[in-house]
């Protein structure tokens, strides 16, 4: 009964599990601290039992049109709620 009663709790007062998008935001802002990421679009793509989420975004503390790469992007693969595959599309060291 105590667990029934704490998860209606949970439920009731806003915490849920994130979404496919806004774990693969944070594994890329984890993948690269410090990096001031900006992030500037997701999507993600649901399936049987995972998923793929893409994320892009800007690295704000860089130039445009410098030696670095100012734009970013990510792609996530998840299988049964478990991130299964990260890597870079764009940057962030290229």
């Known amino acids: 009964m105590l667990l029934f009663a704490a998860g ?9 599990e994130a979404g496919l998008a806004d774990r693969c935001t944070d594994v890329m802002r984890e993948a690269f601290p410090g990096g001031g990421i ?9 399936e049987m039992s ?4 893409r994320v892009d975004g800007v690295r704000k503390k860089v130039a445009p049109g410098g030696g670095i790469l100012r734009d ?5 693969r998840f299988e049964d709620g478990i ?3 990260f ?7 290229h």
Do not use: K, N, Y
């Not at 900006?38 to 649901?46: G, L």
């Open 87 to 93: 890597r870079w599309i764009a940057g962030p060291l």
């Open 83 to 85: 991130l299964t595959g």
């Open 38 to 46: 900006e992030v500037t679009s997701v999507e993600a793509q649901a």
């Open 50 to 53: 995972g998923g793929i989420a």
């Open 72 to 76: 970013v992007a990510v792609e996530c």
């Open 8 to 16: 209606g709790c949970l439920a009731g007062c806003g915490i849920r």
